[in-house]
């Protein structure tokens, strides 16, 4: 079960320089545990609860680490959620309805 954890920066209200370098953090920890990335949003093949819980872990850990330089990860997050991929539809590409299969006839040799 392919499950994905979006997390977007609030780089509106915040400096660019502080939220690359937090990015930065956010990107190698969730890769170090086994998320991969696609277009700023992290992937992993782990039922709901499992990989929610270590989407919070890992930004936790990160928000211990920061602490320490007086930063707090927390206050720059606009979006840290989480959804089931196979609940979403890809609108790239064409809707199924309009997807027409043909089926090659293979006519045996032998009759």
Not at 18 to 47: A, H, Q
Not at 56 to 61: F, G, L
Request: aromatic share 10%; charged share 25%; proline share 2%.
């Amino acid at each position: 079960m392919a499950y994905a954890i979006v997390i977007n920066l609030d780089r509106e209200n915040n400096s660019e320089v502080v939220c690359d370098e937090l990015w930065d953090f956010i990107k190698t920890s969730m890769l170090e545990v086994g998320f991969l990335y696609i277009r700023n949003t992290f992937t992993i093949n782990l039922p709901e609860q499992a990989a929610c819980e270590l989407a919070r872990q890992t930004i936790e850990n990160i928000e211990s680490h920061l602490e320490y330089y007086n930063r707090h990860l927390h206050r720059f997050l606009k979006d840290f959620y989480g959804f089931d991929i196979s609940a979403t539809t890809n609108l790239l590409t064409p809707a199924t309805e309009k997807i027409n299969l043909q089926e090659d006839v293979i006519e045996d040799s032998l009759s």
